[in-house]
């Protein structure tokens, strides 16, 4: 799994994570504790993610599994007319083994920047 991490200064890391089964089960608007990816001393907020084959995870969706509902606009609607609806495949508002990228933000920094925290892991590596 990828998970994101959108700073405030509008920056991004991505963080590759290979089982993280404390953050399952949890929701996007969740926050959870950063040292469960290596980020010790951040708290961070499910923005959103999406799965292996691209559908989405869409907030107002309950549950982990993929859905088609009709929907007229965010996520998994891109451009379209005023009142136009259509029917999407989009997945639930739970993060489950099948989500490959999650997205985050960052609520309440840490000591140390992100860089520096991930440059560390990767020469530890």
Request: hydrophobic residues 30%; proline residues 4%; charged residues 35%.
């Amino acid at each position: 799994m990828f998970v994101t991490v959108a700073q405030e200064d509008g920056s991004t890391a991505q963080i590759q994570v290979e089982e993280a089964p404390r953050i399952h089960d949890k929701q996007i608007g969740d926050e959870f504790d950063g040292g469960i990816l290596g980020l010790d001393g951040y708290t961070l907020e499910i923005t959103g993610g999406s799965d292996a084959d691209g559908f989405p995870m869409r907030p107002t969706i309950e549950g982990e599994e993929r859905r088609r509902v009709l929907i007229e606009q965010g996520p998994g609607v891109e451009g379209n007319e005023d009142g136009e609806r259509r029917r999407k495949t989009v997945r639930g508002n739970v993060v489950s083994d099948e989500i490959e990228q999650l997205n985050t933000k960052v609520v309440e920094p840490g000591d140390h920047e992100i860089e520096e925290v991930l440059a560390e892991d990767e020469e530890q590596e």
